[in-house]
């Protein structure tokens, strides 16, 4: 398994860049990376995918290297309402029997994020 | 939009019980899992499955029982419950292996 590892939590204020790192050291070819945003008393939800270089979608950006062992999670100008835990996800899962190395999802403890006024 | 449905939200059970926590996806994804949230740690997955018929193992299968026979549910069945089992059980689908998985609200339980 993938396993992930981030800072357990930072601090940021309204209107700042909020950067969150995770190192993946061990990741397999064939595995994506994706983050995920978890507010209190509800499930987590997607906020980016990648495979290699950098993706941008219209709530974060995502900075992979080209050795893949880490990448990092950029939101922009973060507001108070993006308080809240943050997991980086490595791995993935294959059918059987196309795939007999299967590997499972692997969450790790995430980062809480605190934003303040 | 419904997405994945779980319930129910709340239960609370005595150890040795028996219950079934119920998954359902309306958006005809393939590939459902399992996990458990334990207070200030992230998701393990129980178990999943990538299509109608066929389920597996993931990192903390025991205790806990599967099922796919359609492709919208997938329940999980505790066998008797255990103060150990006392979490938060989220259930997610997606279409492919490339595609980010879609969570529901969650089940949280307690076992006295």
């Known amino acids: 398994l993938a396993k992930t590892t981030q800072p357990i939590s930072m601090d940021s204020y309204e209107g700042q860049e909020v950067n969150i790192t995770c190192s993946h050291n061990n990741i397999a070819t064939n595995d994506y990376i994706t983050w995920y945003q978890q507010f209190p008393s509800q499930g987590p939800r997607f906020i980016i995918q990648?495979?290699?270089t950098k993706i941008t979608n219209e709530v974060a950006s995502l900075f992979i290297p080209a050795d893949r062992k880490s990448s990092t999670l950029s939101l922009p100008r973060v507001s108070l309402s993006d308080t809240a835990v943050y997991y980086c996800l490595v791995g993935d899962i294959k059918r059987p029997p196309v795939d007999t190395g299967r590997r499972a999802l692997t969450f790790g403890s995430g980062t809480r994020l605190q934003v303040q006024p | 939009n419904a997405g994945v449905t779980q319930t129910p939200k709340f239960q609370v059970l005595k150890t040795g019980q028996s219950m079934t926590l119920q998954c359902a996806q309306d958006?005809?994804?393939?590939?459902m899992s399992w996990y458990r949230q334990d207070p200030g740690m992230g998701l393990r997955l129980i178990h999943y499955?990538?299509?109608?018929?066929?389920?597996d193992q993931g990192e903390v299968p025991n205790g806990y029982n599967v099922s796919r026979s359609t492709t919208e549910d997938f329940p999980l069945r505790l066998l008797s419950a255990a103060p150990s089992q006392t979490s938060v059980y989220f259930c997610a689908s997606r279409n492919s292996v490339d595609q980010p998985q879609h969570f529901g609200d969650g089940t949280r339980l307690s076992i006295l």
């Open positions: 990648g495979y290699k």
């Open positions: 958006m005809n994804h393939e590939y």
């Open positions: 499955s990538v299509g109608a018929g066929i389920t």
